[in-house]
């Protein structure tokens, strides 16, 4: 066992953040658009530099409403998300290992000095979407200041090329907002005044992807997923299990982005339950390996088993994954060398087959990709209105035109032409690019999450959460003590609204009405 | 048009909801979780995921 040893064995659930470099990258949490939620996302990320070392400070929130089919009155669906934590930064460091007795852990301490370790703190919060506390609205303006500055601080740095002292009084004020985001995250944790349950987990990532919940979730709200006489006890308690994965994924999407499958099909990396692991003499990752490894592989054998028509996932993508995932616990001597081996043999051979499957496929794809540009398009149209002229002129007589001597009669008889001329370019298109189109549906290509503001998707509450949110967080200001119902109310009436102006726009247009002219 | 284009979306959401081989196909499911404020407890989405 390596240097996470007594980590490990402190923590509840086991996941990872995939890594294809074996390094996670801190670029995309400055794209709050880039997060899991779907109002109120913030995400920022701040390095404050510190003699020969660099501190960062990571603090993101999102408001998160689960798609429906479960509905009901009963049934609270919204959770907010708000993560604080740092790397490298001493004091935050310590308070952790203290708290978790990791203080003697020579190899740990080395581990964290070399490699760096993210030490966060991650609550997840039941949310009453129709009205916030006093706090929460707190915690949203304050991570607007802090984006403000940090937009600020970026312009300073990559624009203004602002002088060194400038630039650390700027990130000094904008680690003073992140600095009070973390209190009032533990205050709205620990407030009396939450209705709802406040799920907590102590987090830590590695810069490879291994990522390790703790949960502490105070004991009152940990009835609420605890079986009977069994809080502790996480063998027996199940949705823990997708408490831990619903976590494990928000965290994921602060650092990962899905390239080789679509966001609704993220269903393959489990949050694996710690304490079987713990139960021996010794801590035993083995199951885990194959749990997690097992996930990674099911819709590759179920991609397999449907003759690769079904293109929501990218076979070979997954499989480096994989391999990185092998890495992970090679590199870190999370489990016996033989586990590691016998995974690596059996990957390669995965990976021909797939290969081999896909050979024909990937073939038409590559061919018709390499075929699809302008002038390769064009020759073909011209060919197949020669083609098809050649062959009509010598079943029918096309009466010829004298292009500088044109009659009367001759510029209807032109225009024909041309008018045929134009529908045989248009059928050549139509039959080149149609059964080409069909081909290359065959290929992986990443769903766009649709960023509709207007209508959004099926559950109608999101689309008015938007709007209203926004609204209300700004307003919420001036005291005007107006629940979130009323900027939905009035969020409503705006759509109304913009959609009579635009459906008598379209009236207008189509019958010519004279009362507009001016 | 607008309207059209949400009935047709909601037409197919319906039937992929209806189709019982989704409701079985944990591939299609969510993995995510809910809160029943009635019972207290946290219990498991796992809604079909809807194409719209």
């Known amino acids: 066992m390596g240097e996470l040893q007594s980590l490990v064995g402190i923590c509840d659930c086991f996941g990872w953040v995939p890594t294809i470099r074996g390094s996670l990258s801190l670029d995309l949490i400055n794209d709050a658009n880039e997060i899991l939620g779907d109002v109120d996302k913030y995400s920022v990320e701040v390095k404050n530099y510190k003699n020969l070392r660099s501190e960062h400070y990571i603090a993101a929130t999102s408001l998160l409403t689960v798609n429906d089919s479960k509905a009901g009155e009963d049934i609270l669906r919204s959770f907010r998300y708000i993560f604080v934590g740092t790397i490298n930064e001493p004091e935050r460091c310590n308070r952790y290992l203290e708290k978790y007795h990791l203080t003697t852990d020579k190899s740990l301490a080395n581990y964290l000095s070399k490699q760096g370790m993210l030490l966060g703190h991650l609550i997840i919060l039941v949310e009453n979407p129709k009205k916030l506390t006093s706090d929460e609205v707190e915690l949203i303006k304050l991570f607007q200041e802090i984006t403000r500055k940090s937009e600020e601080y970026h312009s300073h740095f990559d624009v203004d090329a602002a002088p060194m002292k400038q630039l650390a009084e700027d990130r000094h004020s904008i680690i003073e907002v992140w600095e009070k985001i973390e209190s009032l995250a533990e205050k709205i944790e620990k407030s009396e005044e939450n209705v709802y349950p406040v799920y907590c987990f102590d987090t830590v990532l590695t810069r490879d992807g291994i990522l390790l919940l703790k949960d502490v979730t105070e004991d009152k709200h940990k009835q609420t997923y605890a079986a009977p006489g069994s809080p502790d006890d996480y063998t027996c308690n199940v949705p823990v299990h997708r408490l831990f994965k619903v976590a494990m994924n928000y965290i994921k999407y602060l650092f990962h982005s899905n390239y080789h499958h679509n966001q609704e099909h993220d269903t393959f990396l489990p949050a694996s339950n710690l304490h079987p692991a713990k139960a021996g003499s010794q801590l035993d990752l083995t199951r885990i390996f194959r749990h997690q490894l097992e996930a990674f592989l099911a819709p590759v054998v179920k991609l397999k088993r449907h003759g690769f028509k079904d293109y929501t996932i990218d076979a070979n993508g997954i499989l480096l994954y994989t391999k990185a995932f092998v890495n992970v616990f090679k590199h870190n001597k999370l489990i016996a060398d033989v586990e590691i081996r016998k995974a690596e043999d059996f990957l390669d051979i995965q990976e021909k087959e797939v290969n081999y499957m896909m050979q024909s496929k990937k073939s038409l794809v590559t061919a018709v990709l390499s075929q699809r540009n302008v002038v390769f398009i064009l020759t073909g149209i011209l060919a197949f209105i020669v083609a098809v002229l050649k062959i009509l002129t010598t079943f029918v007589h096309v009466e010829k035109i004298d292009l500088g001597n044109l009659a009367d009669g001759d510029v209807y008889k032109l225009e024909q032409y041309l008018i045929f001329l134009m529908l045989l370019a248009f059928l050549g298109f139509c039959i080149y690019m149609i059964p080409s189109s069909l081909i290359l549906k065959n290929r992986f290509r990443p769903k766009k999450i649709k960023k509709r503001w207007f209508f959004r998707n099926s559950n109608l509450e999101k689309g008015k959460l938007a709007l209203a949110y926004s609204l209300y967080i700004k307003y919420n200001g001036m005291k005007l003590n107006v629940s979130i119902s009323v900027w939905q109310c009035l969020a409503n009436m705006l759509y109304a609204v913009i959609l009579l102006i635009l459906g008598l726009i379209y009236y207008c247009m189509l019958f010519d009405a004279d009362w507009l002219n001016i | ?52």
């Open chain 2, 1 to 52: 048009m607008l309207v059209a284009k949400k009935l047709i979306e909601g037409i197919i959401n319906y039937s992929i909801i209806s189709k019982k081989e989704n409701k079985h196909d944990v591939s299609k499911q969510r993995h995510g979780i809910v809160y029943n404020k009635k019972d207290r407890k946290l219990e498991a989405d796992q809604s079909t995921i809807l194409p719209f």
